[in-house]
């Protein structure tokens, strides 16, 4: 991003997601899982508008600190400590950083909220569902050279307690979630070059959970791992993602994935996708969505995009909103 303020050490950028929505079938829609961004049958600016500040402040000649704000509207426009962290630099190609970071599940993880880094409005709901988003802790990064390829190489510990997870206790009709995962350990690979991006994650952690201050689940254990594949030929995108959840003492197992395909003409980007959610045994929890968008850059800090989303709820126990339709529309602005 473009740097608009800096004071003697600092720089200063921002971001800002301002978008509208109206369910044009059923009753309501859950655009948003991490923060729970819903629409319903009135228009409403609230679901997906964020408004993002970030400072880098070099404190030494190998040491900055990183901190970003975010208001949602999901939220209230309440602001919160997304990141906060000390970013030491070895050399060129290791760092070491520790604090608050986001949690890099996926892809599109560490820019998430960053809306003008992608087509679409928002990353498709169905992949992006887990209800941590951040952690506490300490990573490593190695970014080596290897001939033509740029790589990048994660290795990240750390824990998150969520004294009332937005999303569980949401879907679970406003029963207070306590929910901490422990003892994290995780690894992210990327290799790219012109053409691909490779993307493996792999992580794992002890859940322990508690139900309007009742124990659930105390130490278990629990594993994600994921792939990322995407290729630009030309004006032509393919993005494709693939996430897996495991917590074998529960029989619990959740799939995601989508793939997206979209093709630039000059400043428009018109895009499809399809992404999909299912749960094994003891639930049977499964939904997938179609949808068709439109981002127009209008300069280089602005882009407008409106987009058709189509949910389709097939679950018979583990119900999310049911099927809906949503149109959504708005501007994303990086300052």
């Known amino acids: 991003m473009p740097v608009q303020a800096s004071a003697t050490d600092t720089k200063v950028t921002g971001f800002a997601s301002m978008m509208a929505g109206i369910v044009t079938s059923g009753d309501q829609f859950l655009a948003d899982y991490p923060n729970t961004g819903v629409y319903d049958q009135d228009l409403s600016f609230a679901a997906d508008t964020t408004i993002g500040v970030q400072l880098k ?51 599109y993880s560490d820019f998430y909220e960053l809306g003008f880094a992608y087509y679409w409005i928002r990353p498709p709901s169905d992949n992006y569902t887990w209800q941590i988003s951040n952690y506490n802790g300490v990573s490593l990064f190695y970014e080596p050279e290897l001939d033509n390829w740029d790589a990048l ?38 290799l790219s070059d012109d053409v691909f991006e490779f993307r493996l994650t792999l992580m794992s952690s002890q859940l322990h959970r508690q139900i309007n201050n009742n124990i659930q689940s105390d130490g278990v254990d629990q594993l994600f791992y994921g792939l990322s594949i995407n290729t630009y030929i030309g004006n032509a995108i ?98």
Do not use: C
């Open 57 to 107: 402040t070099q404190l030494f000649d190998d040491y900055q600190f990183v901190t970003q704000l975010l208001s949602r509207g999901a939220s209230e426009f309440e602001t919160d400590i997304d990141w906060a962290y000390i970013n030491y630099s070895l050399n060129s190609e290791i760092s070491l950083q520790i604090g608050r970071k986001r949690l890099p599940l996926y892809y």
């Open 153 to 190: 190489f994660n290795l990240y510990l750390g824990r998150e307690d969520d004294k009332n997870n937005k999303l569980l206790t949401f879907l679970n009709n406003n029963t207070p979630y306590h929910e901490s995962w422990r003892n994290i350990v995780g690894f992210v690979s990327e």
């Open 238 to 335: 393919i993005l494709s993602e693939f996430n897996r959840y495991e917590r074998s003492a529960d029989n619990v197992y959740d799939s995601t994935y989508m793939i997206s395909l979209a093709y630039r003409f000059n400043k428009l980007t018109p895009h499809v996708t399809y992404s999909e959610f299912k749960q094994s045994s003891p639930g049977d929890e499964f939904h997938f969505t179609y949808s068709l968008g439109l981002r127009r850059d209008l300069n280089p800090s602005t882009a407008f995009k409106i987009q058709y989303d189509k949910t389709t709820d097939e679950a018979s126990n583990i119900t999310i909103l049911g099927d809906g339709e949503l149109l959504s529309f708005g501007l994303d602005i990086i300052f």
